[in-house]
């Protein structure tokens, strides 16, 4: 067994004073109240079709809750469960359109804009001082001699990243 010196054992302990203190925190910046051992992400349907201008895509709902859970699955230790979750992510998505952005000297739109908004009901149940209901929105510019088919896949993938990071920061990074 290595014996330690006088500096090794002192360090050694402030950093387990240091870190004793800190409460539960991983390496992506997630604050994890203590008693926090599950979370349960609501199925978000697609509600966009009720909102003028927005269009119901197919798989939207399903393809977003999957990313929400697997942001939080990733970035921290926390259990997902179908009930009963401590943190409990609830919502609908409301808005899906496309709008044009800027046009040409013909008068056409030269850039579409792709915007995704979702309303989110957060729910900690080991504070409730931590509930709120909220809309994050992100949006994605493409070209308009796309069509929205031709760059989905990567506007979704942008979309949910961005958004879902924003729910991630305002729930568990408090950001």
């Not at 995704?116 to 080991?126: E, S, Y």
Request: aromatic share 12%; glycine share 6%; charged share 20%.
């Amino acid at each position: 067994m290595m014996k330690m010196n006088k500096f090794q054992t002192t360090l050694l302990l402030c950093l387990a004073l240091g870190l004793e203190g800190c409460g539960i925190y991983s390496f992506t910046g997630a604050s994890i109240p203590v008693g926090t051992e599950s979370f349960q992400v609501d199925f978000f349907e697609n509600q966009a079709g009720n909102r003028p201008g927005s269009t119901v895509e197919p798989g939207l709902d399903r393809d977003f809750t999957l990313a929400l859970q697997d942001i939080i699955l990733g970035q921290t230790n926390l259990n997902l469960v179908s009930t009963g979750g401590d943190l409990i992510y609830a919502g609908e998505i409301t808005q899906y359109s496309v709008t044009p952005m800027t046009s040409t000297a013909n008068l056409t739109a030269a850039q579409n804009r792709l915007t995704l908004t979702v309303n989110l009901r957060f729910t900690n149940t080991k504070n409730e001082d931590d509930n709120f209901e909220r809309k994050f929105s992100f949006f994605y510019d493409f070209a308009a001699d796309k069509q929205l088919y031709d760059i989905q896949s990567a506007a979704h993938d942008e979309l949910f990243e961005r958004i879902t990071q924003d729910i991630f920061n305002e729930t568990l990074a408090k950001w």
